[in-house]
């Protein structure tokens, strides 16, 4: 028997950018689903790093996405939109979404939905999809990571550095990462990181230097960008490749394109959340095919920190930003 879906929900919003304080309640009209979507009863909700940008005003949703904050759900189909796969509905399921996580109910794409396997909690199957996506598609796609190379990720105890450390190791990689401070070092070693140094205390290019044996790295996954990216070039292995996906250092770099020539090093970089449903959905297909087989036989699971009810939305912002958190942030909706 069909489920009866509410006429409104909850959603967690704010009237103007600011402090994680800025976040209230509020009640919505539970959206329809169009052509190709379907509507989940969200059960968890992913908490991002670009959920606080956005938040904060720096990162507004693109062209048609709900304005309510949240990248990841997971939950139950309770509803279809024209041509989606009928086998959907009822089926628990987390997806990668544009936006309106933090919400009682959420419009998802039906190929960006992945199946939730029996063992695997739904708080975990929330917080898989946008790690896991951005991690493929910049380590091993516009990465061209593979076996036997070495990886440099900064900030390994968060959600993206988790992952890639954990993709990393089942993929064939060394793993190095940095963290603030030796507790999250132990954190990252213990996640499976071949080596963790602790930015606070070292020098992660003399540290990479060593441990590579003066090689350096294949590959950087870089969230810091500023004056990160010249000192990530001097840990690169020559036809090394740099990867950014956050600018959290600041936007501008300075770089000796000498240097670039020389080494024939790449840069390059991509943000997710803008592309095209069409190439999300191929990337959630290539996903299927190589990472999810991991994911139903318990070799992936994130590494998670804690759940925060959705009325707490605020409070969940308050522990990303306060930067102790080791794994991923959720919000318990239903």
Same mark, same amino acid.
């Given at each position: 028997m069909a489920e009866t879906i509410p006429e409104t929900m909850t959603a967690m919003g704010f009237d103007a950018p600011g402090g994680p304080e800025v976040f209230r309640a509020e009640a919505l009209p539970v959206p329809h689903p169009g052509a190709g979507e379907v509507l989940v009863r969200v059960a968890f909700a992913g908490v991002n790093r670009p959920d606080v940008i956005q938040r904060q005003g720096f990162y507004p949703p693109p062209p048609g996405a709900?304005?309510?904050?949240? !990248?990841? &759900?997971?939950? #139950?189909?309770?509803? !279809?939109?024209?041509?989606?796969?009928?086998?959907?509905?009822?089926?628990p399921v987390c997806a990668l979404v544009s936006g309106g996580g933090y919400a009682q109910y959420c419009l998802a794409q039906a190929e960006h939905c992945m199946p939730v396997p029996p063992d695997l909690p739904l708080d975990q199957a929330a917080a898989l999809p946008e790690t896991l996506f951005t991690v493929w598609h910049n380590?091993?796609?516009r990465g061209w990571a593979s076996e036997g190379e070495t990886l440099l990720v900064h900030g390994g105890t968060s959600g993206i550095g988790s992952m890639a450390i954990m993709l990393g190791k089942l993929f064939g990689l060394t793993v190095i990462v940095t963290c603030g401070g030796a507790e999250k070092c132990r954190a990252a070693l213990a996640i499976g990181a071949d080596h963790?140094?602790?930015?606070? #205390?070292? =020098?992660? $290019?003399?540290?990479?230097a060593r441990f590579t044996g003066?090689?350096?790295?294949? !590959? $950087?996954? =870089? *969230?810091?960008? @500023? =004056?990160?990216? *010249? /000192?990530? +070039?001097?840990?690169?292995? =020559?036809d @090394? /490749?740099?990867v950014t996906i956050a600018v959290q250092g600041g936007l501008q770099a300075t770089i000796n394109m000498a240097e670039v020539m020389r080494r024939r090093l790449?840069?390059?970089?991509? #943000?997710?959340?803008? /592309?095209?449903?069409?190439?999300?959905? +191929? !990337?959630?297909?290539? %996903?299927?095919? +190589?990472?999810w087989p991991l994911v139903e036989g318990g070799k992936l699971r994130p590494v998670m920190d804690q759940a925060f009810p959705?009325?707490?939305?605020?409070?969940?912002?308050?522990? *990303?930003?306060?930067?102790?958190?080791?794994?991923? %942030? $959720?919000?318990? &909706? @239903?």
């Open positions: 709900s304005p309510i904050p949240g !990248l990841e &759900v997971s939950g #139950t189909v309770v509803a !279809l939109g024209e041509g989606a796969d009928p086998a959907l509905l009822g089926q380590v091993f796609e963790a140094i602790d930015y606070k #205390t070292q =020098d992660f $290019v003399e540290e990479v003066g090689k350096g790295v294949e !590959l $950087v996954l =870089d *969230m810091v960008a @500023g =004056d990160y990216v *010249m /000192r990530n +070039l001097k840990c690169l292995a =020559d @090394g /490749r740099h790449t840069l390059t970089g991509s #943000t997710l959340r803008p /592309r095209s449903n069409q190439f999300k959905a +191929l !990337l959630a297909q290539e %996903i299927a095919q +190589l990472v959705l009325a707490e939305a605020g409070a969940a912002h308050a522990r *990303m930003e306060a930067g102790g958190h080791v794994g991923k %942030i $959720v919000l318990e &909706v @239903g």
